[in-house]
């Protein structure tokens, strides 16, 4: 059974970074593509950034094109991303999820999922 669990959101001024983190259980980040999605109030849940399966190739949405970076960590399970010049319009819960289509733009796209991490961004 696949966990995932994100971690690392939080409220930061418009400009700032913040870098979340999804733990996962055994060889997810290996075997899964791997994605993380957002979701803002009143809309849909969109994919923001896939990792391949291995980490071999990525994929962003174009709003944070330059500005996000996804990453995996093999070695300690972990899904990683780092969010840089965040805008206010970035404010969403954000999740991390596994089991992905490539690229992950909608929910139907990705199997497993965590419960959401909050990221607050102020102007």
């Known amino acids: 059974q696949v966990q995932l669990v994100e971690s690392g959101g939080g409220l930061v001024q418009a400009g700032g970074s913040l870098r979340l983190s999804c733990a996962a259980s055994?060889?997810?980040?290996?075997?899964?593509?791997m994605g993380w999605f957002r979701q803002a109030p009143g809309k849909e849940r969109e994919g923001v950034a896939t990792i391949r399966s291995g980490g071999a190739s990525t994929f962003y949405e174009d709003s944070v094109k330059g500005r996000f970076t996804i990453s995996g960590d093999n070695a300690n399970y972990a899904l990683y991303l780092q969010m840089n010049s965040l805008k206010p319009e970035d404010t969403a819960v954000y999740y991390c999820?596994?089991?992905?289509?490539?690229?992950?733009?909608?929910?139907?796209?990705?199997?497993?999922w965590g419960q959401g991490t909050q990221v607050t961004v102020s102007s």
């Open positions: 055994g060889s997810t980040i290996d075997r899964y593509n």
């Open positions: 999820a596994a089991g992905c289509q490539w690229p992950a733009t909608t929910v139907r796209d990705c199997r497993y």
